[in-house]
């Protein structure tokens, strides 16, 4: 049974209530007024969701927040004044220091911010978190809601309820349960393994990512495909959407956003001293050495435009000799290439003469590939050509693009008629209508039996394939993960049940 908290009386504990500000996964929290020492506080009371066990850890939960967040004494945290309990109604409440600001969450909503504004706000983040980190605390739930701008231009961190202490007695969350905001988390907590301060760095440059462009770095229609993203797709890069960001401001979000924690910045502080280097117009101090790209002479500018620079840790700028071979060393982020000017005009000359090449070799005008056939025809396109030895093309043959992966359906059915949709990484790839024959009776029911077959190209990656089946009033949908190899087919067999209808997908 369900046991929401009733309407609030006048007073809970010392406190009179004054206002509902707002409401939680948690609880409730009011604008109150402490007589006792004469100010007024946001009061966040614990709505308990279940009798029993689950309100106990509930209860847990929200005297861990109290003793996390009242242990943390730094500038840019939410001041803690008191915890107790409410002994007329037995609830729980936390009174905290009352910010009269606005969310990032409310300034986000009026577009994108400047970039040394968002900076600003990051390094104050980044050295809260540093201190919190330092207490063996991970907040775990970093997201614009949680952030306020007071009108001194401060910034506070709120809401440390789903926080963790790093010792036993306080792990209230067990592995494998996914704690926080899908849109801001850090991969390896989407994949509920372990996480330490490095997890609030990437949800920080998340939320700063989306301050910067207006929009979030991992947006996706539905929850699996925001995992899906922040665990294997890199966002674009923020000067995509927006002008004159400087190239600092990328390299440093391209550490931040690394998928591999390893890979991202160590600590939050280190974070907070690079989002100030660039503001004070320095090169960030820590996105150099292992975040620099090694570019062989030999490669540039083409190289660099198709990709294919080593991405490595190299030695300083002041050792350009790495292997015997001499390199030039290009200060941009590991995810995120800025070609300089020349480099683009040189690429797009050597560009159009592999167009030309590609469109006048007499091999190409003998073995030309059959158009890809549409969803629902009748014959599976062939493998496209690849250029044989000796061909014009030569060498360069191997910078064409790669032949796409082929991603084959096969769909069993008990259905009269229905509509099938498939969608590849939430993009809409197929549509079509299905039947089936007649079989046999079970009782006074007629069974239906159908099948279906299809094969679509796909880009060579991973990629997240979703089906959707509709007849009558109902709907299944099942999703399913594959990687694709350039010309190589994946055989998806796919199913619904007689009695059920659950929807099977599986790899074969």
């Given at each position: 049974m369900t046991c929401w908290m009733a309407e609030p009386a006048s007073t809970i504990g010392r406190y009179e209530i004054l206002r509902e500000i707002g409401r939680g996964a948690?609880?409730?929290?009011?604008?109150?007024?402490?007589?006792?020492?004469?100010?007024?506080?946001?009061?966040?009371v614990i709505q308990r969701s279940a009798p029993g066990e689950t309100?106990?850890?509930?209860?847990?939960?929200?005297?861990?927040?109290?003793?996390?967040?009242?242990?943390?004494?730094?500038p840019g945290i939410v001041v803690v004044h008191d915890v107790g309990r409410d002994e007329p109604t037995g609830s729980l409440f936390i009174a905290l220091e009352l910010l009269r600001g606005e969310t990032l969450s409310e300034l986000a909503a009026r577009g994108p911010l400047e970039w040394r504004a968002v900076l600003q706000i990051v390094a104050q983040v980044a050295r809260a978190l540093h201190h919190a980190h330092g207490h063996g605390v991970v907040h775990r739930d970093i997201k614009p809601a949680n952030v306020v701008v007071l009108p001194t231009g401060e910034v506070k961190v709120m809401d440390f309820g789903i926080a963790r202490l790093e010792t036993a007695r306080h792990r209230l969350t067990t592995t494998g349960e996914f704690v926080g905001t899908p849109l801001y988390t850090a991969p390896e907590q989407a994949k509920t393994e372990e996480v330490d301060g490095r997890a609030d760095v990437f949800s920080l440059a998340s939320v700063a990512y989306t301050l910067l462009t207006g929009r979030a770095a991992f947006l996706a229609p539905t929850i699996p495909g925001i995992v899906h993203r922040v665990v294997y797709e890199d966002p674009d890069p923020p000067s995509r959407h927006v002008r004159d960001i400087p190239a600092g401001v990328e390299r440093v979000l391209a550490r931040a956003l690394a998928k591999d924690p390893d890979l991202r910045y160590p600590t939050a502080l280190a974070f907070a001293e690079d989002a100030e280097d660039v503001l004070a117009g320095r090169p960030p101090r820590h996105v150099t050495g292992e975040d620099l790209v090694v570019v062989d002479e030999a490669d540039s500018p083409l190289a660099a435009l198709l990709g294919t620079a080593t991405q490595a840790p190299v030695s300083p700028p002041s050792d350009p000799a790495v292997g015997g071979a001499t390199r030039?060393?290009?200060?941009?982020?590991?995810?995120?290439?800025?070609?300089?000017?020349?480099?683009?005009?040189?690429?797009?000359?050597?560009?159009?003469?592999?167009?030309?090449?590609?469109?006048?070799?007499?091999?190409?005008?003998?073995?030309?590939?059959?158009?890809?056939?549409?969803?629902?025809?009748?014959?599976?396109?062939?493998?496209?050509?690849?250029?044989?030895?000796?061909?014009?093309?030569?060498?360069?043959?191997?910078?064409?693009?790669?032949?796409?992966?082929?991603?084959?359906?096969?769909?069993?059915h008990p259905l009269r008629s229905g509509t099938l949709r498939v969608f590849v990484d939430d993009e809409l790839a197929l549509e079509e209508r299905l039947s089936g024959q007649p079989r046999k009776k079970a009782l006074v029911f007629k069974m239906h039996e159908g099948s279906f077959r299809d094969?679509?190209?796909?880009?060579?990656?991973?990629?997240?394939?979703?089906?959707?089946?509709?007849?009558?009033?109902?709907?299944?949908?099942?999703?399913?993960?594959?990687?694709?190899?350039?010309?190589?087919?994946?055989?998806?067999?796919?199913?619904?049940?007689r009695i059920r209808r659950d929807l099977k997908l599986e790899w074969n």
């Open positions: 948690m609880g409730v929290v009011y604008e109150a007024r402490d007589p006792v020492l004469d100010r007024t506080v946001a009061l966040k309100a106990r850890i509930y209860e847990e939960r929200f005297l861990a927040e109290a003793r996390i967040a009242a242990a943390l004494q730094h030039s060393i290009l200060p941009v982020g590991r995810h995120w290439r800025r070609p300089r000017r020349g480099v683009v005009l040189a690429g797009v000359a050597v560009g159009l003469g592999l167009v030309g090449l590609f469109l006048w070799a007499p091999w190409r005008r003998s073995a030309a590939a059959p158009p890809p056939r549409t969803a629902g025809g009748d014959a599976a396109p062939d493998a496209a050509p690849s250029a044989p030895a000796g061909s014009a093309l030569g060498p360069l043959a191997w910078f064409l693009p790669a032949n796409p992966g082929r991603l084959r359906i096969d769909f069993d094969e679509l190209e796909v880009t060579p990656g991973l990629h997240e394939v979703r089906l959707e089946v509709r007849w009558d009033d109902d709907v299944r949908t099942e999703r399913i993960v594959g990687n694709f190899r350039s010309g190589a087919t994946r055989r998806l067999e796919a199913s619904l049940g």
